[in-house]
């Protein structure tokens, strides 16, 4: 008989009361697919169900269950009913003797039985195994190849478990999701014991289960390294966007002892673009998530570590070493630093957005939610680039996208291949001199009020797709007391921190602050962070490998 090639971990369940004839099955089932298949026994009703959950925890998926139809507490029948909710694709086969036979035919209704036996199946190469071979023909015509990946458990508009499918989408974590009103999203819950009362829920491949987590438990959980191996280092990169894994690339490289700390995911807001088509090296253009992830792994083929789901709450200076402190109150130390923290997308201030956010309304490109768009009418709120970028990925999916711009046109702010690929893009439309005033919805987004700048006038149109890129605003307020910044919260650098020629106030050394370097010598800035910065990936990258040259200038002369 010929067998499935990546059959490894399918299951064939048997479940009889009497312990000699559950080894008995047990023994014949072995003997003929064991080098297949898992055969897995229980001799009661009720244990054989707590391994059936757990199988469905773990994604081993089941082909075929044989049960005893007189078993004490919870007969055969009973029992194949309830195993139907847990693995509803398995074939279902009734052991009975000649006098059941009745209640085996009855049992072809109630629970939709593929085939009964008679006890006993002697010789199982005739009574047995052709039975056992037809099911498992049908079993795998059927698709129920099995999951070994991430499952996520949760209501579809929920901004918890956007955040927890973005987080798993940003850091290359493979999932599956499930909302919690579909069959198999119950059957997940129910298995994992829980009533759906604290969502999301996420299982893991190997079965665990998590209700409500956080980044660092998920993180830690999915094998992203989150503790620091040692208490020192030569350079520490806060921010893991393009500037921050281009230090990390070339710190690394240069016999640093590099540590880059993220507080979510790699790739910063270059990570979540859908396309990068002007980045030196691409002439089809890169995805974000691709860019990263070769970032990512050259940084740490060089041996960089990558921390993530660690956020920095502080820094100090302790003589010659910066110490870099955790919100959790533990910290590292380090001869320098390098400031990539970059920036996020401002939030929009009209009314009603904030209370649906990650319920309708996105702020980034939130690729996870681009195939739900199929078919619906989407808006895109901002002028930049990541706008133009998500407005041409998102209209792969959407009936129609409608860019919502302040400006006169596109121009000012956008690059013009873009500004050119939109123009002809047949269902992107460009509404300029438009504001989103307020977003209206109980649960979710269902209506924008738009309103034209020039005229007042207003619009009230039907939404359930928001995405908004207004601007950036960077991360750096852990910053007030150490660093120079300047009242936009952007770090000042280099000739921007000088007063008339000379070092700025408290300045110690006898040098002037290189070019990347901030009001804190040995401590560096790269990127989006930095005040007047072009925000381009490009650019963050060069500044990242220049802050590494001129931190090794400062260990040189410290």
């Known amino acids: 008989m010929a067998q499935p090639t990546d059959v490894s971990r399918t299951v064939l369940m048997t479940v009889d009361d009497d312990p000699g004839v559950s080894r008995a099955v047990a023994r014949d089932l072995r003997r003929r697919y064991g080098a297949s298949y898992r055969v897995v026994r229980a001799e009661s009703g009720e244990s054989a169900l707590e391994a059936l959950r757990e199988l469905k925890l773990r994604g081993d998926p089941v ?9 004490p507490v919870m007969n055969g029948i009973e029992f194949l009913e ?36 008679l006890k006993p199946w002697d010789p199982p190469e005739e ?64 298995a994992a014991g829980q009533d759906g009362q604290r969502l999301p829920l996420v299982i893991t491949p190997d079965g665990g289960v998590l209700v409500e987590p956080e980044a660092p438990e998920l993180a830690a959980r999915v094998g992203l390294a989150t503790t620091p191996t040692a208490d020192f280092y030569d350079l520490v990169v806060i921010g893991g966007g393009p500037a921050g ?4 690339v070339y710190g690394a490289s240069e016999g640093l002892r590099t540590v880059l700390v993220e507080r979510s995911a790699t790739g910063g807001q270059a990570g979540q673009s859908s396309r990068i088509e002007n980045y030196l090296g691409f002439p089809d253009g890169v995805s974000g998530a691709q860019l990263t992830d070769r970032a990512r792994r050259q940084a740490t083929r060089f041996g960089a570590e990558i921390l993530t789901a660690r956020e920095v709450t502080g820094l100090e200076v302790n003589g010659a070493a910066r110490i870099v402190r955790f919100a959790d109150g533990s910290a590292i130390g380090a001869h320098s630093v390098i400031l990539a923290t970059g920036v996020q997308y401002r939030r929009l201030a009209a009314e009603g957005c904030a209370g649906l956010t990650g319920c309708g309304v996105f702020y980034g490109s939130a690729l996870t939610e681009a195939p739900s768009c199929q078919g619906h009418d989407v808006f895109v709120v901002g002028g930049a680039n990541s706008a133009g970028q998500a407005a041409m990925y998102l209209s792969r999916f959407a009936k129609s996208v409608t860019l919502l711009v302040r400006g006169p046109d596109l121009s000012a702010s956008m690059s013009q291949y873009l500004v050119q690929q939109i123009a002809e893009a047949p269902n992107i439309s460009v509404r300029a001199r438009t504001e989103v005033e307020s977003a209206h ?34 991360l750096t307020g852990w910053l007030d007391g150490t660093v120079r910044r300047d009242g936009r919260g952007f770090i000042l650098a280099g000739p921007d921190l000088t007063v008339d020629g000379g ?51 400062y260990l040189e002369q410290s």
Do not use: C
Request: charged share 25%.
């Open 63 to 71: 082909a075929v269950i044989l049960a005893d139809y007189r078993m």
């Open 82 to 117: 309830r195993a139907m909710d847990v693995h509803p694709g398995a074939r279902r086969v009734l052991l009975t003797a000649y006098a059941d036979t009745g209640a085996a035919i009855d049992a072809i209704n109630v629970v939709d039985l593929d085939h009964y036996l």
């Open 127 to 190: 009574k047995l195994y052709p039975v056992v071979d037809d099911l498992l023909a049908a079993w795998r015509a059927g698709d129920h190849r099995p999951v070994p990946f991430m499952k996520v458990v949760g209501h579809r508009w929920s901004a918890r478990s956007s955040d927890v499918r973005e987080f798993l989408a940003r850091n290359q974590v493979p999932y599956r999701w499930y909302s919690v009103e579909e069959p198999e999203g119950r059957r997940l819950l129910d």
């Open 245 to 248: 894994l281009g230090s990390a």
């Open 441 to 474: 919805g109980s649960d979710r987004l269902e209506r924008l009020t738009l309103r034209q700048v020039d005229t007042g006038e207003t619009e009230q149109v039907d939404a359930r797709w928001m995405f908004v890129f207004i601007g950036a605003a960077p």
């Open 503 to 553: 070092p700025p106030k408290g300045w110690e050394l006898d040098r002037p602050p290189y070019h990347l370097e901030t009001s804190v010598p040995g401590v560096f800035v790269a990127g989006d962070a930095r005040a007047e910065s072009a925000k381009r990936v490009a650019s963050a990258v060069g500044e990242g490998a220049m802050a590494v040259m001129l931190v090794h200038r």
